[in-house]
């Protein structure tokens, strides 16, 4: 590193701090892209004259292509210059979301929910590692945590925010506040974001790619597809059981899913906590406490005392299930952290994907009351497998 090199990266930790905001609130942003239409597709559906089956496609839709393109995608563009990177992401989503916004059918809304899809794997990518090299070495941690604030919050509160603003602006200007906030964060990232070299490139090593074969390790990334699918068969179609199944009038249910989100928040941190003890047991103990929630969710739904304690404890353990899978793959992927943390991101896409998908047969050919109940039955495979998981585990190893 010349001397030249040594003054601009003092100089970009000393002023690290607002674009670290900025790659944090671009994380909320493009997140909350990708799980705001959750929450929408009770209007969306009726504006568009879709069923709800439909509507929720475009969740699998949008999970399905961050799966299937994210690992390639990443790979190919890590390396590209930084900041010309992130403004090339937000105007896509500026772009998209302004498309969906004024979409006049379903599959021009379809186009506009694959192309962000594209983009999204590479911001979670790079973002983490970009916040590390702007921050001294040792605050890199907290820098990245800052960034990883966003992508939490957009995960637990996008949702419900997005629904709220649609009481007021409708589902189309939902989309026209996120085209209109990407374009002003790319604007940011443009003007305050300094320009970085991209990482050195790295030969893979051989027990990188090996990670892809070890029995044990797919066994992980088997049981967070399990789990992610359970999360999502009836999650998807919250708004619509808060609308049609527990009578919550249209104007509320944006509020209904805000305190929802807001006790993911909890269930975020608890999360945590019992993944640095147990991953696997946590994994196993958070669905036990889903699958309940999923079973209860229709008998109380008439009782909102009741409903609103079965979403708390379906909140908890939903958001608690999000760091508990990702901990438990990393610790699975040995010195190839990095490359588990992605294939985890890719099992989740898939399991919110199928999820979408079952959820919407389930309606289709078995009613939207029975929802919880098939939600519950898969969590029951994950609570299954993860048993198996935690029988055949060698004590010697302690692996969790």
């Known amino acids: ?23 944090a609130l671009s994380g909320f942003v493009l997140v909350t892209t990708e799980f705001l239409i959750i929450g929408l597709i009770p ?30 995608l990443t790979a190919r563009l890590s390396h590209s210059d930084r900041k010309g990177l992130f403004v090339a992401i937000l105007l896509i989503f500026a772009a998209s979301n302004l498309v969906a916004a004024i979409a006049p059918n379903v599959w021009i809304l379809a186009i506009a929910r ?16 970009t916040a590390a090299q702007l921050s ?12 990883y604030l966003g992508i939490s919050a957009a995960l637990v509160l996008g949702v419900p925010l997005g629904t709220v603003a649609a009481t007021s602006v409708g589902w189309r200007g939902s989309f026209l506040i996120l085209a209109v906030l990407s374009l002003a964060l790319a604007f940011m990232t443009w003007r305050f974001m300094p320009k970085l070299a991209a990482s050195p490139k790295e030969a893979p090593g051989h027990h990188q790619s090996d990670l892809l074969k070890d029995p044990r390790f797919l066994l992980h990334i088997g049981l967070s597809i399990v789990v992610f699918t359970a999360m999502f068969t009836a999650y998807t179609y919250l708004a619509d059981i808060l609308e049609r199944v527990a009578g919550i009038h249209p104007t509320y249910v944006g509020w209904w899913l805000m305190g929802f989100g807001l006790v993911g928040l909890i269930g975020n941190w608890l999360g945590g906590v019992a993944a640095d003890r147990s991953a696997l047991l946590s994994t196993l ?13 229709v008998p109380v739904a008439q ?14 353990s939903y958001t608690g299930l999000f760091p508990i899978c990702q901990i438990r793959v990393m610790e699975a992927g040995g010195t190839a952290q990095a490359l588990a943390a992605t294939v985890n991101v890719s099992a989740a896409n898939a399991g919110a994907g199928i999820g979408a998908i079952a959820g919407g047969l389930v ?24 048993m198996a998981m935690l029988s055949a585990r060698k004590p010697s190893k302690n692996v969790s």
């Open 303 to 316: 009782s909102h005392w009741f409903l609103a304690f079965t979403l708390m404890l379906w909140g908890i």
């Open 136 to 147: 001294e070495p040792h605050q890199a941690g907290r820098a990245v945590a800052r960034v």
């Open 1 to 23: 590193m010349t001397l030249n090199d040594l003054a601009a990266s003092k100089a970009v930790s000393r002023s690290a701090g607002l674009p670290i905001l900025i790659l």
């Open 363 to 386: 309606i289709d050919h078995w009613q939207l009351a029975n929802l919880g109940y098939a939600s519950a039955s898969i969590g029951l495979l994950a609570i299954i497998y993860a």
């Open 114 to 129: 694959f192309v962000p899809a594209l983009a999204l794997p590479v911001f979670w990518g790079t973002a983490s590692e």
């Open 43 to 72: 209007p969306l559906s009726r504006d568009l004259g879709i069923s709800t089956a439909q509507a929720g496609w475009l969740v699998s839709l949008f999970a399905f292509t961050v799966m299937v393109c994210g690992p390639f």
């Open 285 to 297: 103990f958070f669905t036990i406490l889903l699958a309940a929630a999923m079973l209860l969710i």
